[in-house]
């Protein structure tokens, strides 16, 4: 029996000492986890938070423009853009505000909303703001700023709207030759989507054309130029 209350002893000194040597070590580092869990959870949280207050305010944005509420437009929309700018709901209201400020004549407002929208969406979402940006800037014959908004790649979604849209930029000043050349590669491209069997890849889903009365247009257009001959 003493022998055995021996050996608990003396592996009761090596747990003492080893705990001596790490343990510390070990308790730092079970709190640093512990910290990390829980900044984690809390987080999540916040940003389930954020989204959900984002999606009320997005749902009287709405509202405002169905009502054609123009200052309460503005009100939601810049309470979206400065609380809630990482969320998706930001974006969606940028887009849905300047949208409606265009119909209600107020180019400026929609303009920075779509240029706001245009630096921080994501995907599809950014080359419609860019898109949308550019007719406005064209709008305002502000055309070299119009043309840095089609700079860059964009996705295969909205290829053939950035030629389109370059090809009326172009035709504002006066570059007809550049422009023909926009258009002829838009119809390029509008073949190469034909012949590969899909659909709605020239991003005309938002303005309810189908591709055959786009590809007239642009030949309306072409022909216009001079460039049919």
Known sequence: MA?????????????KAWWK????????????????????QGWNWYQRNQVGQASVVYGVLQKAVQEKDTQRIKAASGELLEKFGRTPYAV???LTSAKAMVEAGDAQTAKAQLLWAAEHAKDELRDLAR???????LDEKAYDQALAQLDGASGPAFEIRFLDMRGDILVAQDKKADAVSAYRTALAKLDELE?????????????????????DLIGQKIDALGGSK
């Open 21 to 40: 040597q790490y343990g510390n070590r070990l308790v730092n580092v079970a709190t640093v986890v512990a910290l990390i869990v829980i900044a984690w």
């Open 131 to 137: 898109l949308r940006a550019a007719a406005v800037l």
């Open 195 to 215: 012949k590969s069997g899909k659909s709605g890849g020239a991003g005309l889903e938002w303005q309810g054309e189908s591709n055959a009365i786009f590809r």
């Open 92 to 94: 969606l209201g940028a």
């Open 3 to 15: 022998a055995y209350d021996l050996e608990e002893q003396e592996q009761l000194a090596e747990i």
